[in-house]
């Protein structure tokens, strides 16, 4: 279901014009970020699946937020009760969306966190 799920958002994005990485666990997650922002080329944002295997999208983005990661992560999650939301956000990310995905909605959160880094722009 996890590969399942990163084809299907993969595609929406690349649709609406983004360029996508994709990684199989938070482990790699944060060592992607990380390098990325090493080598000057940062990701915009962060689509962090919150129940990755190795190491979960909460580990995975605290992580990211004790080595100062200051760019936007969202938070992809199946869990949509208010209580989980608050979760993700106190893990450190910067917003929220639940699976099933809705394009629309994910596209929008996407774009609402990027205009709010502008350094990511």
Do not use: W
């Not at 979960?56 to 999650?77: F, M, S």
């Not at 774009?111 to 502008?118: A, D, E, H, R």
Request: proline letters at 3%; glycine letters at 6%; one cysteine or more.
């Amino acid at each position: 279901m996890f590969r399942g799920s990163q084809r299907l958002i993969a595609h929406a994005l690349k649709k609406a014009g983004a360029e996508v990485t994709i990684v199989e666990n938070g482990q790699l997650a944060v060592d992607a970020a990380l390098q990325a922002l090493d080598a000057g080329t940062p990701f915009d944002a962060i689509l962090m699946d919150m129940q990755m295997p190795v190491m979960d999208g909460y580990q995975a983005t605290g992580v990211l937020r004790q080595k100062n990661y200051t760019r936007p992560i969202i938070a992809l999650t199946a869990h949509a009760m208010a209580s989980d939301r608050k979760k993700c956000i106190d893990a450190g990310c910067d917003d929220y969306a639940t699976k099933p995905i809705n394009r629309a909605v994910l596209t929008q959160t996407i774009f609402k966190q990027l205009s709010q880094n502008t350094t990511s722009i």
